[in-house]
């Protein structure tokens, strides 16, 4: 019997023809709703494989179904969405898909500073509605970005690739790490700050760390009371890092002037989000990485992955490094 692999949105089929001649490949059917959980339960029972998406959650009680499972191949970087605990016990891979969406994600954090320091979407609107009826002085006048001070939270690949193109833009550059990355001051002349520091002094702030339990709820109206107030706070990272009431009342109140997000605490966000009624807020559905080439280039490693795994090999980027092919008992 050829080996399973369930997969849990759908892909174009020529991504995976080459996969059918070795294994059996089911797709959910859908591209813009996520498979139900009683659906996954029932098909994670029968795979061998599975190729998630940063929207399934693949808990305990998802992995505990698992009768052969050996690998989650998860097209994201980021791998908060699976108990990796939960899939150590059960002796599976996880596997995620670094390096190749690091530009593109980077591209996008810049896009969302840029689009509310200048204010880019409601100017946008603004001609489009019809509401230019004459050049003023200071019409849509917004931040400049130059020379300002820009602070990474989270100085990981992405944080790095928004460093560089900081420096393009002659920015101070500030970062907060759990650990420091001498050999990036260096080379970019950012200065390493604690967190206190970095959001008192910066004009930008910026968030790219991962969500784990030290940055869940990190920033919060206090923190955000202590940012500049002509600060602007981007988060390309994961919602449950900020404290959403605390950003609304922040910015309703004047305490930073806008916020550029790509996450929220729950997505999809509720159309009738207090955030989402805010001029200088720049909103976007989780996009980051989505650029044709980067996506699909996410998909082929993220098969590329469940290839090596299936076929007892190591898999290219492997999250949970204590896995190894022998020590998995399926
Ligand atoms: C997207 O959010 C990712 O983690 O790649």
């Not at 174009?12 to 859908?30: D, N, S």
């Not at 670094?98 to 509310?116: E, G, N, Y």
């Not at 959001?199 to 940012?227: R, Y």
Request: proline share 5%; hydrophobic share 45%.
């Amino acid at each position: 019997m050829k080996p399973y692999i369930y997969i849990t949105r759908k892909l174009p089929e020529e991504a995976i023809a080459p996969l059918r001649q070795k294994y059996e490949v089911k797709m959910w059917e859908h591209d813009d709703v996520p498979v139900p959980k009683e659906i996954l339960l029932a098909e994670v029972k029968k795979a061998d494989a599975l190729l998630t998406m940063v929207s399934d959650t693949i808990d305990e009680k998802v992995l505990n179904e698992a009768d052969n499972l050996k690998i989650v191949a998860n097209c994201a970087v980021g791998y908060d969405n699976i108990d990796l605990p939960a899939a150590a016990k059960n002796g599976v891979a996880i596997c995620n898909t670094p390096d190749v969406l690091t530009d593109t994600t980077a591209d996008l954090t810049f896009a969302l500073l840029m689009a509310v320091s200048r204010r880019v979407v409601e100017a946008a609107e603004y001609t489009k509605k019809g509401q230019w009826k004459s050049w003023s002085p200071f019409l849509l006048a917004g931040q400049d970005i130059h020379h300002k001070t820009l602070g990474i939270v989270g100085m990981g690949k992405i944080g790095e690739a928004v460093a560089k193109r900081a420096a393009g833009f002659e920015m101070n550059l500030l970062y907060h790490n759990r650990t420091r990355k001498p050999e990036i001051e260096q080379k970019l002349g950012t200065v390493y700050c604690t967190f206190e520091d970095l959001i008192k002094k910066a004009d930008f702030v910026v968030c790219l760390a991962p969500l784990t339990e030290e940055t869940k709820n990190m920033f919060t109206l206090e923190v955000f009371q202590k940012m500049k107030r002509s600060a602007i706070f981007i988060n390309a990272s994961r919602g449950p890092v900020v404290n959403e009431q605390g950003l609304y009342q922040a910015l309703v109140t004047g305490e930073i002037t806008g916020a550029g997000l790509d996450v929220f605490e729950k997505e999809p966000i509720d159309a009738d989000h207090p955030l989402l009624g805010l001029l200088n807020v720049v909103a976007l559905p989780h996009i980051g990485s989505a650029s044709v080439e980067t996506r699909t280039a996410m998909m082929n490693l993220a098969i590329a992955n469940i290839e090596a795994v299936l076929d007892g090999k190591n898999p290219l980027t492997l999250v949970n490094k204590d896995w190894t092919s022998c020590t998995n008992s399926k």
